[in-house]
């Protein structure tokens, strides 16, 4: 409980904002249980007794003469209205899928629109409003700004009953420290969302203050154009100006002759209230709510035994066919598998690189015995490209026509020409190269290539020789001696000239 709410008297302010010296005790309903769910509840069933009631007419869809046609006509079994002449005939009615038909369900005017409530259940919630009203942190997080008012609850002497002015009731609240309660309501306001705007309800705010008072003698006339500002009776309390939307924590303005008659109204837990028939306030269930106190307090730590903690970790499910971890626990022999396909697969790719390397020209080499110094060392094999050779020049040899071109068929001019020789420049022509391969070297493997070792000249054997020959005749040579005997040709003509 709120020290605030636990002084036992509370101060009277005068016209002036200034304490008048006379003090009240707090009425014992500033003590009572604060229940914002009874609050909410009692809120929202007296809010649906301001409904009215609405419903359709009873003839609406169902204004027009239709009939269905029946079955076999290959259409919906749906009234269908009477005529001709016109589109709407055969058009279907009544049905709430039809245009112009009836809704579904229509709304009557016999809904149980209003609510009952219990009578000491709206007395709990207007005792629960009337309490949280005294505790300024419940007034503060509803929004209302009091940082600066006096005391708290505020009362103020009897005469500000009879001002009739709107501007005594702004000096007033200005001496109060209130008035900014009140400009918050003149910036909040703002057009209200939804169809309320048709209805009347155009504009929303906040509210402001309300004040509480015990005899009308202009008062209401002094406040009433104070936008935000409520004004209501002690003798009829309304939870719905004390408790607005269902939240407690209004900011409310006691005058004395109203704070006084509280504890006639509700009476105390000592004396029954003398104005309401057998009522008594509602009785707290705890004495003290301060639950973090009491679990804390050394009389009840020394009874309580320590917290049950039971950990419940989650089994996270892996899926042995990504995780290997989770493969290793199923199938610890896995791991063994796993490499061997690993070996596997390098052995295939080697037999891969090696078949290339044959395809490709390349000769790949396993090891060969090196005369170096050093001791002997695995040599790993290197693939030896193929090069150009440009072969030593040698004097002009005669070729003949039939020993060069012997694949193709002879033109016309080379047919004339008949087996003449031709005496041909000597010219560059690609021979392979001269490979020798010693016998140690039989075990041919395909190995990656070093960069750091020296590629190996090897000389040919004689058996590998004997294709060079055979390789003179190229293309090259053909387009050679076709031009040469061309030459030729035009050499005779001119002679013949």
């Known amino acids: 409980m709120s020290k605030v709410v636990a002084r036992p008297t509370i101060s009277v302010y005068n016209e002036k904002a200034e304490p008048s010296g006379k003090s ?89 629109w209003h609510r009952k409530i219990n009578v000491n259940q709206k007395r709990y919630a207007l005792c629960s409003a009337i309490a949280a009203s005294g505790i300024p942190s419940l007034v503060m997080s509803k929004g209302h700004l009091i940082n600066d008012v006096p005391e708290f609850p505020l009362v103020v002497s009897d005469k500000v009953q009879e001002y009739n002015k709107t501007k005594q009731a702004v000096v007033l609240l200005r001496r109060l420290r209130a008035w900014t309660d009140v400009q918050k309501v003149y910036k909040t306001k703002r057009f209200r969302a939804g169809k309320g705007k048709m209805r009347n309800r155009r504009r929303t705010s906040k509210l402001g203050p309300l004040i509480i008072y015990g005899k009308d003698q202009g008062l209401t006339k002094a406040f009433r154009n104070i936008p935000g500002v409520d004004l209501v009776s002690v003798n009829k309390m309304n939870l719905m100006k004390l408790a607005p939307g269902g939240h407690v924590g209004r900011f409310v303005i006691w005058t004395e002759s109203a704070f006084e008659r509280l504890n006639a109204l509700y009476g105390t837990w000592r004396e029954k209230s003398k104005l309401k028939s057998d009522y008594n306030l509602p009785q707290p269930i705890m004495t003290g709510t301060d639950l973090s106190r009491l679990l804390k307090s050394d009389e009840i730590q020394k009874v309580i035994r320590r917290p049950m903690k039971v950990v419940r970790r989650a089994s996270v499910h892996r899926n042995p066919l990504t995780n290997m971890r989770a493969l290793m626990k199923l199938n610890p022999y896995s791991a063994v598998i796993k490499k061997n396909a690993a070996k596997v697969a390098a052995a295939r790719l080697k037999q891969k690189e090696e078949l290339l390397a044959k395809k490709r020209g390349f000769l790949v080499i396993e090891s060969a015995t090196l005369p170096v110094d050093k001791p002997k060392e695995e040599v790993t094999a290197q693939v030896v490209p193929i090069k150009n050779v440009e072969p030593t020049p040698t004097s002009p040899s005669t070729v003949s026509t039939t020993d060069v071109i012997d694949k193709k068929k002879p033109s016309k001019k080379t047919a004339k020409a008949g087996k003449n020789e031709v005496t041909v420049e000597p010219m560059d022509v690609a021979t392979p190269p001269v490979v020798s391969v010693k016998p140690e070297a039989v075990a041919i493997k395909s190995e990656p290539l070093v960069a750091d070792q020296p590629s190996i000249p090897i000389q040919a054997t004689a058996e590998q020789k004997a294709p060079a020959a055979e390789a003179v005749a190229t293309p090259q040579t053909e387009a050679v001696v076709e031009k040469a005997n061309l030459k030729k040709g035009k050499g005779k003509k001119n002679k013949k000239e």
Request: glycine share 12%; aromatic share 8%.
């Open 24 to 112: 009240i005790q707090l009425p014992a309903i500033f003590k009572a249980p604060i229940r914002p769910d009874i609050v909410c509840f009692v809120q929202q069933q007296m809010s649906m007794n301001r409904r009215q009631p609405y419903a359709v007419s009873e003839k609406a869809g169902h204004q027009t003469s239709a009939e269905s046609w029946g079955t076999g006509r290959a259409v919906a079994r749906i009234p269908r209205v009477r005529g001709g002449g016109t589109h709407r005939s055969g058009q279907g009615a009544y049905g709430n899928m039809c245009r112009g038909g009836r809704m579904f369900a229509p709304t009557k005017i016999w809904r149980r």
